[in-house]
């Protein structure tokens, strides 16, 4: 029997997310492995889709593994990571088939997002894919048995993420090819003539099936009436074929002829149809669904967003506004914000008005809060403000635009254009006298901090020249410098036990810490086309009144744009443009679901987000 394991938040594999399906052979939940370098080294991903069934039922998942392992790797297969058996805490038996995950959803899903069906192009393009992933069971000697758009899985291809590529899944219904003692399963509406009339279910069945897959495809219609009583549709399955609309390419046309030929015999091969004219030397097709957009028949994936609303704009700084700060004090009224017009600004969150601007003379490059104490980064100069007693202090020592900084355990760090990272020690005992003193710069720094964040007992800073630093924050030693960014690193942020850094390169880096390899390594890359400025991270309700939560990642990009992606998966939720480049932003957890954007034009953008109506 499999090792068993308790399911705890601890576990050393992995932890299980939310429900993402459900099937006949059991429930599909995302998950994440809770060491993810053993598990990148082992090649494999962070996120996973967890298959569970209890284990008293369990002998058809088991027959599925089975049949993955078998089948071994393919491109157009999903992969299987093995298995394993967990005990919950209601102390029942579980077994677990971890498989690919795959955010893009099934076929079906991309399918229904239209109303006549897929563009001709992208149907050729992903007819293919699943043409290689049939011929790799074929080959193998198994018949999937149950070819259908709600098995076949969509991927971003690896070499392009604005490409599709599809992946079979499902093996519960799957048999060896010439297996005659077992009966014939899959969906009424993909079964081929001879399975119905005559109990034979072999590879020209795949076949068939594709071209039932094909049509859905091009028509985004099924095969058969489904108004249809069940005998009615065997009895036509069985006597006729399906209607090949007019309206579609020769290519097309014939394509599906030959996938509709009556006689499993006559029917070709998936290696015949791979040089079929329709699929043979497909053009590369960019991702063809509708962008920024809600599919009113998507409701599973994207409804934990549909409530994303902006809810006013604050204008008054001149310039671009670089930071915002809102506080988590008693009253939880008062918003700041500082801009490159050399004003701080203090917001009624309530009534959206400025209730008083500070003119510093001088850009202002960063903004922070730790309790009452407002820090305010300048050229040359932080200042520290208490906004409960209204008294501040000047904390002189930064060479050149202090651009970043945080605050944890009584120490205030500033990150400055010219490579320091200062350090001040907090002294509680004076209110009168500047209470923050110097106590170390951090040096050794050859390019401008760009970053700093603190998390997991470590400072980590990023760098211009995409250098990311690990400090200990009880040595303040620098224990690991790693290079993986080709451009600047804009922003980190620390979410769990890993680290997510984002850069002008266009990509976001999740990164765990490992005392054996001593220091970080990436677990994850998640790429686009534009550069990435600033990460903001939010833990949203799926529905009031539930302990279920989501979390959020917001990333500024160059385009004037703001990307909402849930994690762990990267799974874009939406979409938010500004007018102007996003200079600034600011997620502010327990505050309801507000965030706050500043742009170039000097305006902050107030949005909210609440759980799915």
């Not at 790797?73 to 077994?95: E, H």
């Not at 119905?196 to 009436?225: E, H, Y």
Request: charged letters at 20%.
């Amino acid at each position: 029997m499999k090792r068993i394991r308790e399911e705890e938040q601890h576990s050393e594999k992995w932890q299980r997310g939310p429900l993402i399906g459900k099937g006949g052979v059991g429930s599909v939940y995302m998950a994440i492995f809770q060491n993810p370098i053993t598990s990148w080294r082992r090649g494999l991903p962070l996120v996973v889709a967890v298959k569970s069934t209890p284990i008293s039922s369990s002998r058809e998942l088991a027959r599925e593994k089975m049949v993955y392992h078998h089948l071994g790797k393919s491109p157009f297969i999903i992969r299987c990571f093995g298995d394993d058996v967990t005990v919950a805490k209601n102390g029942k038996l579980f077994y677990n088939l971890l498989l690919e995950y795959a955010p893009e959803g099934a076929l079906f899903d991309l399918i229904i997002t239209t109303s006549n069906g897929l563009p001709e192009s992208q149907a050729r393009q992903l007819s293919r894919s699943i043409l290689g992933g049939i011929k790799h069971i074929h080959e193998a000697g198994f018949v999937h048995c149950d070819l259908k758009p709600e098995n076949i899985l969509v991927a971003k291809a690896i070499n392009d993420g604005q490409l599709l590529t599809a992946k079979i899944s499902d093996f519960g219904l799957a048999k060896r090819a010439k297996q005659s003692k077992c009966s014939v399963g899959g969906t009424l509406m993909y079964m081929s003539p001879e399975s119905v009339r005559d109990g034979i279910q072999q590879q020209p069945s795949d076949i068939w099936a594709l071209g039932c897959i094909v049509l859905v495809m091009l028509t985004g219609r099924l095969p058969w009436d489904e108004r249809l009583r069940r005998q009615e549709i065997k009895r036509k399955i069985a006597t006729e074929s399906p209607i090949i609309p007019s309206r579609i390419s020769k290519e097309a046309e014939d394509f599906l002829r030959k996938c509709f030929v009556r006689k499993p015999s006559e029917r070709p091969t998936a290696q015949m149809l791979l040089n079929h004219p329709f699929v043979r030397g497909t053009k590369k097709v960019r991702d063809c669904r509708p962008r920024n957009k809600v599919a009113k028949t998507d409701k599973k994936k994207n409804e934990m967003l549909r409530n994303v609303s902006i809810t006013t704009t604050l204008q008054g700084h001149t310039k671009a506004v670089t930071c915002i700060a809102l506080p988590s004090t008693a009253t939880g009224d008062k918003l700041y914000s500082g801009s490159k017009d050399g004003t701080f600004r203090v917001w009624n969150c309530h009534t959206g008005l400025c209730e008083r601007v500070i003119n510093l003379g001088d850009e202002i490059s960063s903004l922070i809060h730790s309790g009452p104490w407002i820090f305010i980064g300048c050229q040359n100069l932080v200042k520290a403000w208490n906004s409960q007693i209204d008294i501040g202090f000047d904390l002189s020592g930064p060479l050149g635009r202090v651009c970043t900084m945080d605050f944890d355990n009584e120490q205030l760090f500033a990150g400055t254009e010219s490579g320091q990272i200062l350090v001040w020690k907090f002294n509680s005992e004076s209110e009168t006298a500047n209470p923050f003193q110097p106590a170390i710069t951090l040096e050794g720094n050859t390019h401008g901090v760009v970053c700093i964040t603190i998390g997991c007992k470590m400072l980590y800073s990023g760098f211009r020249d995409g250098t990311i630093k690990t400090w200990d924050l009880a040595t303040l030693q620098c224990l690991t410098t790693v290079k993986r960014h080709s451009s600047a690193v804009t922003s980190l942020a620390c979410w769990n036990n890993y680290l997510l850094s984002c850069s002008l390169d266009g990509t976001i880096k999740t990164w765990g810490y490992t005392q054996e390899a001593g220091g970080l390594e990436v677990c994850y890359t998640h790429k686009q086309e534009q550069g990435f400025l600033a990460l903001g991270g939010m833990n949203i309700p799926v529905m009031p009144n539930q302990g279920k939560r989501h979390d959020i990642l917001f990333c500024s990009c160059d385009d004037h744009s703001v990307h909402i992606y849930e994690l762990p998966s990267f799974e874009k939720k939406g979409q938010v443009f500004i007018r102007q480049e996003v200079q600034s932003i600011h997620i502010q957890d327990g505050s309801g679901g507000l965030f706050f954007i500043g742009d170039a034009t000097g305006n902050i953008t107030v949005g909210k987000i609440t759980h799915h109506v």
